[in-house]
């Protein structure tokens, strides 16, 4: 199983990013897709999910209405679009996969994931 994160970069604030998570080695259809962010000093959290059939999404409260979380099961990939960056979205963005139904309960909690990709880096300047 592997997950790999990309996309991330330095970008002025009320810029906008793409965020890829690739995902290989599971059946891709099957598995929930979460994004987490982690800032330097802070808790790892929630940012986004999307679940694996009817592609349903959640979405944190700080960035609702600013991030839009898609999939392309034919391509193996979950985007983050990320759009009116604010300096307090600069962090470490991790996708992270998990095989279960309860998206809705747990899609937001890392506990929940079993596979997580390395991270890559956000950077929004002021």
């Known amino acids: 199983v592997q997950l790999q994160a990309f996309g991330g970069g330095l970008v002025q604030a009320g810029g906008s990013l793409r965020l890829s998570c690739a995902a290989s080695g599971f059946t891709f259809d099957d598995y929930v897709i979460g994004w987490f962010r982690q800032a330097p000093g802070k808790e790892r959290e929630g940012v986004s999910c999307i679940s694996s059939s009817e592609g349903g999404t959640k979405y944190a409260d700080s960035v609702k209405g600013r991030f839009t979380i898609s999939r392309d099961n034919a391509k193996n990939t979950v985007y983050l679009q990320m759009s009116s960056l604010k300096p307090e979205d600069t962090a470490v963005y991790y996708c992270?996969?998990?095989?279960?139904?309860?998206?809705?309960?747990?899609?937001?909690?890392?506990?929940?994931?079993?596979?997580w990709g390395q991270g890559t880096q956000v950077t929004v300047s002021s």
């Open positions: 992270a996969a998990s095989y279960g139904t309860a998206w809705y309960q747990w899609g937001m909690i890392d506990n929940w994931y079993s596979y």
